[in-house]
């Protein structure tokens, strides 16, 4: 049975240790594990191959599969994303605010570490790189508990960047894994609230409901994905069906592509022929209302429940509206609060729906395939936050760190 407390243990005592460390010190050590990935790369992909042979041969979906899987790209994708953290400016001991009280009191709000980080994440190991970079980078100790499915690409990917950190003297328990694969151990991870600062999972619904009704320790919630794009009337439909195939095929393991469609009637005819036309290669199934099924008659019919659906699958569910109004409803009952696009040439249906759509990032215009922390400039990302309070959208470094007040006087006492 793995020793969580030992763990706990062994990752607060190295939190000094990292919050003395400077910028160079720490991008040093980044750059080490970016080197460490890419001269280890034929060592993961061997350890991956074991994973995605046990997920293929247990039935797992395409979209989990797509998730699970690494090649030489995606490694050195990983390996880079340590190098853009490291040349990220160091955000700690940043001074966020600063004031002088009329007693003479000088205020500042200054940035600092969390501490201690707890991520529980499903079969992504590409998470094991991005979520070491940016809590190395902001001075937090990381213990990781991935999925079974993913269990020898992860062990493959911390063994490579604990070797490189002590190589490099820094302490190897900034980054930690769980490898027992016991759902008990999970649940006994979610109470560690004595050495963990904050928990963060990354995954389906099932889970992040789990560790969000499970938890002693403050959660950071990352959501599901069920993304969608409104085609109204005044779009461009050469436009709109070209984003929506990025949005819908890019990849359809992750929680930022498009799972849901809405059109406004008006538009129908222009743009659902092409459509069709260009997810047809795809083997895309739609599923649509009747709206949708008049003009594209060999249309899949819409259940209720497809409309809340996140398929990570080349499946899409098509709605039909009369107004911008009435999209924004539609999204904003089923969305999962994560990314949402309007396709439009009027800038005033568009700011409307920006304003007034409940999501953590919104678009116009583009795909929402972008939703991500690489492609926002923050070097890689620890997840997608969906919640309201602390941290929202893509999490990169700042998102990692709290503040603390510094209150500096010449002898100031309170009165009375």
């Not at 460490?36 to 042979?53: P, V, W």
Request: aromatic share 6%; hydrophobic share 40%; net charge negative.
């Amino acid at each position: 049975m793995t020793d969580l407390k030992a763990m706990g243990r062994a990752a607060a005592a190295v939190k000094p240790a990292l919050q003395r460390m400077t910028a160079e010190e720490k991008n040093r050590g980044l750059l080490a594990g970016a080197e460490a990935l890419l001269s280890h790369t034929a060592d993961i992909l061997q350890a991956n191959r074991r994973d995605m042979e046990a997920a293929e041969k247990n039935g797992m979906n395409p979209g989990l599969l797509d998730r699970l899987r690494l090649n030489e790209e995606r490694v050195m994708s990983m390996a880079e994303g340590l190098r853009q953290v490291a040349e990220l400016p160091d955000c700690l001991g940043e001074i966020i605010e600063e004031f002088r009280r009329p007693n003479g009191l000088q205020i500042q709000k200054v940035r600092v570490p969390l501490g201690v980080a707890g991520i529980i994440y499903e079969a992504r190991p590409n998470v094991t790189a991005d979520a070491f970079g940016l809590c190395f980078k902001t001075g937090n100790a990381v213990i990781l508990k991935g999925g079974s499915d993913a269990l020898h690409s992860n062990q493959a990917i911390v063994g490579v960047l604990r070797e490189a950190l002590g190589a490099r003297r820094i302490p190897e328990d900034a980054l930690q894994l769980i490898a027992d694969p016991d759902r008990s151990v999970t649940v006994e991870f979610m109470k560690l609230k004595e050495y963990v600062d904050v928990l963060i999972p990354r995954g389906s619904e099932r889970l992040i409901r789990s560790v969000v009704e499970n938890s002693t320790i403050p959660v950071i919630e990352t959501g599901t994905g069920n993304c969608h794009i409104y085609v109204d009337k005044e779009a461009d439909p050469d436009m709109a069906a070209r984003i929506v195939f990025n949005a819908k095929t890019q990849r359809i393991g992750v929680c930022n592509a498009c799972e849901s469609l809405v059109v406004h009637k008006d538009i129908r005819e222009a743009f659902l022929p092409k459509l069709a036309e260009v997810l047809a290669p795809k083997q895309v199934e739609l599923r649509g209302d009747e709206g949708i099924r008049e003009v594209l008659t060999g249309c899949t019919p819409a259940a209720q429940e497809d409309f809340g659906r996140e398929y990570l699958d080349y499946i899409l569910s098509l709605k039909t509206v009369d107004s911008v109004e009435a999209a924004i409803d539609h999204i904003n009952r089923y969305n999962t609060k994560h990314s949402d696009c309007i396709i439009t040439e009027n800038a005033g249906t568009a700011e409307q729906f920006l304003r007034e759509v409940d999501a953590a990032c919104v678009y116009w215009n583009a795909s929402t395939r972008f939703t991500d922390g690489f492609e926002f400039g923050f070097g890689a990302e620890i997840g997608i936050s969906t919640q309201k309070l602390h941290a929202r959208g893509p999490m990169g470094l700042k998102e990692l760190t709290s503040y603390k007040y510094v209150i500096c006087g010449n002898g100031q006492v309170r009165p009375g």
